[in-house]
């Protein structure tokens, strides 16, 4: 079946230091890619997406390339915020109808001052 | 900016009971989810909803769950007897025709069953 899977956290950085978050799918055909974020105490919001090889999504300084050869979506960010200190959700959705998206376990980003 | 609203933020019932979970997808979005997440675990997909049908379903979604579409703007998930492992937060979400893999999801309700 479908699935994602992402690294496990959390992880925790100094402000301005490099940021990567690994994230692997599952998925048969040609599923839509997403990277979503959930801010302590809030909801998820949608950070960026691509919905085909090759496609970048990016948003606020996170990028992430759908890499259909290793079958991955890996969210980066050159340098973090505080404010970036949030839990993110790598996430897929096959286009075999119903729409379903399918969520990673979700990554704990702690930035630190 | 347009976004989906639910209500209410947060609910706490006893066993048993049943609860009505709202949600005010985005006006011109025509497909509607439910997901849930249990504290610490992964978000997980309820259901989805198109042209008053339901277009799939998990198999968490038994028959104690139902949805519904009352009128043109809410969207509701009722657990009619609600069970200690329904806690959780509980979020709905919406998409677009046309682009329905885009989904953009509310703040959620979290359910606490005592």
């Known amino acids: 079946g479908n699935s994602v899977t992402q690294m496990e956290g959390p992880v925790t950085l100094s402000e301005e230091a490099f940021l990567t978050i690994n994230c692997t799918y599952t998925?048969?055909?040609?599923?839509?890619l997403f990277w979503y974020v959930q801010y302590p105490g809030e909801g998820l919001q949608l950070l960026l997406k691509?919905?085909?090889?090759?496609d970048k999504g990016s948003n606020k300084g996170f990028e992430a390339t759908y890499r259909k050869e290793t079958t991955s979506f890996h969210l980066e960010k050159g340098s973090v915020q505080v404010s970036d200190s949030a839990v993110y959700f790598c996430?897929?959705?096959?286009?075999?109808?119903?729409?379903?998206?399918?969520f990673g376990a979700g990554t704990r980003l702690f930035v630190k001052a | 900016e347009p976004e989906v609203t639910q209500t209410p933020s947060h609910q706490v019932t006893q066993m048993g009971q049943e609860v009505i979970l709202r949600c005010v997808p985005i006006s011109n979005h025509l497909y509607f989810y439910w997901y849930r997440q249990i504290l610490g675990q992964k978000v997980e997909f309820l259901v989805s909803f198109y042209n008053n049908e339901i277009s799939e379903k998990s198999e968490i979604f038994d028959d104690q769950f139902s949805v519904e579409r009352p009128d043109g703007s809410n969207f509701t998930l009722k657990i009619r007897s609600t069970k200690l492992e329904d806690s959780a937060m509980y979020f709905c979400a919406s998409s677009v025709s046309g682009q329905q893999e885009t989904q953009y999801f509310g703040p959620g309700t979290r359910l606490l069953v005592l």
């Open positions: 998925a048969t055909g040609y599923p839509s």
């Open positions: 691509a919905t085909k090889a090759d």
């Open positions: 996430a897929l959705v096959a286009n075999t109808g119903g729409f379903k998206t399918i």
